[in-house]
């Protein structure tokens, strides 16, 4: 495991080297990993004190994530007298701890890109964090990106995470760790504004990633529908009042019908890679 200036260190120097930030949020993320999990916190210096201070603030709110905390200190739950022989005190050096959507907000914010909200679920409803966002069956594999995990009974996003591409997902739960989309129920996945249009400046390799348009369903919002959408008012089609309003809704569903029909498409309302590409020839042809 690194140590907390250990990962500072690279962060600094990676970031004179002219990488793209979906490079650097990989290799951060990367840098991270056996780092511990605390309810509450986004990249604080995992001590003792930071950890009572933090299950005292939970109190008998939440009884759970504060004895959690105490337990997995060897100092507050008494097994030792300093944090000598933890592993989260690498070389006698210290780390630093998360929750879920603190460790892809510290990450992220590594990188110059900041999403807000308090939790998993504020971050996602967070508008202005996104460029696109969609269902995780739509996601490119390539996209270095947020995923989220949807509790259908709650309504809540229960888990977030950071996509590093190739369905690689590293997260933070008991740790951070890496593992695949495959593993956990992931279920809806969101590109961080700043981050896309960032890939393949010049850098190959495993870190690298690719721009891949998102396929657009009902429900989609963003820069992609945007697109799509000024692509589709170029091209003569009417979006009624609604304009280039960013969400893929009733009205933009039934345009896109209209087009995919008069290009020998199939008509279902859904932009993905064969209406994108016939789209983007449609737009050429036009000049």
């Not at 269902?135 to 996209?143: F, N, T």
């Not at 979006?239 to 019908?257: F, M, P, Q, S, W």
Request: glycine share 14%; aromatic share 8%.
């Amino acid at each position: 495991m690194n140590s907390a200036a250990h990962v500072d260190n690279n962060i600094n120097n990676w970031k004179t080297m002219g990488m793209t930030k979906a490079e650097l949020v990989v290799l951060i993320a990367e840098d991270c990993l056996g780092w511990p999990y605390v309810y509450g916190e986004r990249g604080a210096y995992c001590t003792p004190t930071k950890r009572r201070s933090r299950a005292d603030a939970l109190g008998a709110g939440m009884p759970a994530e504060a004895a959690a905390i105490r337990k997995g200190c060897h100092v507050l739950n008494g097994s030792r007298g300093d944090c000598s022989g933890c592993k989260c005190y690498p070389g006698g050096a210290k780390t630093r701890c998360f929750d879920c959507r603190g460790f892809t907000y510290w990450v992220l914010l590594q990188a110059g890109i900041t999403i807000n909200g308090v939790g998993a679920t504020s971050q996602w409803n967070t508008i202005a964090n996104w460029k696109v966002k969609g269902r995780i069956e739509d996601m490119p594999v390539g996209q270095v990106c947020c995923v989220f995990m949807h509790n259908s009974k709650t309504g809540k996003m229960d888990h977030t995470g950071l996509h590093v591409g190739g369905g690689r997902i590293i997260h933070c739960s008991g740790e951070v760790k890496v593992g695949k989309i495959s593993d956990k129920g992931w279920t809806h996945f969101a590109v961080p504004v700043g981050i896309e249009g960032e890939f393949n400046t010049g850098h190959t390799g495993a870190n690298a990633a690719v721009v891949t348009k998102p396929t657009l369903r009902k429900g989609a919002s963003g820069a992609f529908v945007v697109e799509c959408q000024e692509n589709l008012l170029k091209l003569g089609y009417d979006l009624a009042h609604y304009g280039a309003d960013g969400k893929y809704g009733n009205v933009t569903i039934r345009e896109v019908k209209k087009f995919q029909k008069v290009c020998g498409l199939v008509v279902d309302g859904i932009c993905g890679p064969m209406t994108w590409a016939a789209l983007d020839a449609a737009i050429g042809a036009n000049g």
